[in-house]
């Protein structure tokens, strides 16, 4: 099993930053694309980002430019750094990953990945 446990999230006014974090651990070996996804009241999940094993990067229109992913493979961890934020960020944020890096290049459905973390909120006010 892999188990995902995010931290860093919180209550921030428009225009500011946080930083989320992902630690793996567990069956380390069965990670390849990590992923971050969000989930507001009331809407469906959605693909925030996701992250090659090699680093290669995609991003959800939404945050293009002001979100960036990125992971450390030698302590198991994925991160997020949210700039600029947004009321509309306003979500419960979720770690993801699986094993395979096919069709990491760009975020796809929350269905392909096996293996969550428990989320952390993240709250914008305008």
Request: aromatic share 10%; glycine share 12%; proline share 3%.
């Amino acid at each position: 099993q892999v188990q995902l446990a995010e931290s860093g999230g919180g209550s921030v006014q428009a225009g500011g930053s946080l930083r989320l974090s992902c630690a793996a651990s567990g069956y380390i070996s069965r990670i390849d694309c990590m992923g971050w996804f969000r989930q507001a009241p009331g809407k469906e999940r959605e693909g925030v980002a996701t992250i090659h094993s090699d680093g290669i990067a995609a991003y959800a229109d939404s945050v293009k430019g002001r979100f960036t992913i990125s992971r450390d493979n030698v302590k198991n961890m994925m991160y997020l750094q949210m700039n600029s934020l947004k009321p509309e960020d306003t979500a419960m944020y979720y770690c993801a990953s699986r094993l395979g890096n096919w069709n990491c290049g760009s975020v796809g459905p929350s269905t392909v990945f096996p293996y969550w973390g428990q989320g952390t909120q993240v709250t914008v006010s305008s």
